[in-house]
């Protein structure tokens, strides 16, 4: 068990909806990141969220947004969803934000779009 | 663009026997490197983790190799088990972004019995 931990475990809408994932990070871990994992592109790194702050950014698309709360949990939301959308989508926290260092990642949420 | 590239998408060995996978990175500025394990279902698993300054680091059965002249890393398990199957990825820390990873595709390792 990593600690860190991901809801719901698995998503299926509809396209052009909006879904929500929710990730609680390690305790103890003030940095957030998330992942997206498909078959034809692997873990892509989507963004970063540090202390509430966002970090650094990935091939993010404008149809999805994150925020890290007070409480460090975070939240991706996915809008106006499309049939490629459809993938794993993973959250992973570490101690720190500022330099690379092992990040400990949940089982992720699989989002199918039908 | 950055990438991390592994040599074989899959890998198959004898119980017992040592592994070893290989992976290649093209961003100079990296400096930070990372395996991870991933079992069906699961989310990615830390195995080990090495830093530019370094060229060998060894965990339990576990030895991760870095040739920063040819831009090449490798992970070593010795005494490969089944439970040693899974997919792993290496993943590249360019080191100014943040605490951003770039993972590459995978190598899918089967252990027969």
Redesign the interface.
Same mark, same amino acid.
């Given at each position: 068990d990593?600690g860190?931990t991901q809801t719901p475990k698995h998503l299926i809408t509809a396209t052009g909806q909006r879904v929500t994932l929710r990730c609680s990070p390690r305790s103890g871990d003030l940095?957030v990141?998330w992942?997206q994992q498909s078959l034809d592109q *692997?873990?892509?790194?989507l963004i &970063?969220y540090?202390n509430g702050e966002e970090?650094?950014k990935?091939n993010i698309l404008e149809r999805f947004s994150a925020q890290q709360f007070p409480d460090l949990h975070s939240e991706l939301n996915l809008s106006s969803l499309e049939l490629g959308d459809s993938a794993l989508y993973?959250c992973?926290s570490?101690v720190? *934000?500022?330099?690379?260092?092992? &990040?400990?990642?949940?089982?992720?949420t699989r989002l199918s779009i039908l | 663009g950055e990438s991390v590239g592994l040599h074989l998408p899959t890998l198959s060995v004898q119980e017992g026997d040592n592994s070893i996978i290989n992976c290649a990175y093209s961003n100079s500025a990296s400096d930070y490197f990372i395996w991870y394990k991933q079992e069906s279902g699961k989310g990615p698993q830390f195995i080990i983790d090495i830093r530019s300054n370094m060229d060998k680091r060894q965990g339990q059965r576990v030895t991760v190799l870095l040739n920063k002249t040819v831009k090449h890393l490798s992970l070593q398990i010795a005494a490969t088990q089944p439970g040693d199957s899974a997919v792993y990825f290496c993943a590249d820390g360019p080191g100014n972004q943040g605490g951003k990873l770039i993972f590459g595709q995978g190598t899918e390792l089967s252990v027969k019995p």
């Open positions: 990593s860190v940095s990141y992942y *692997g873990l892509q790194f &970063q540090y970090r650094a990935g993973f992973a570490s720190a *934000g500022d330099r690379a260092q092992p &990040q400990h990642f949940g089982d992720g | -």
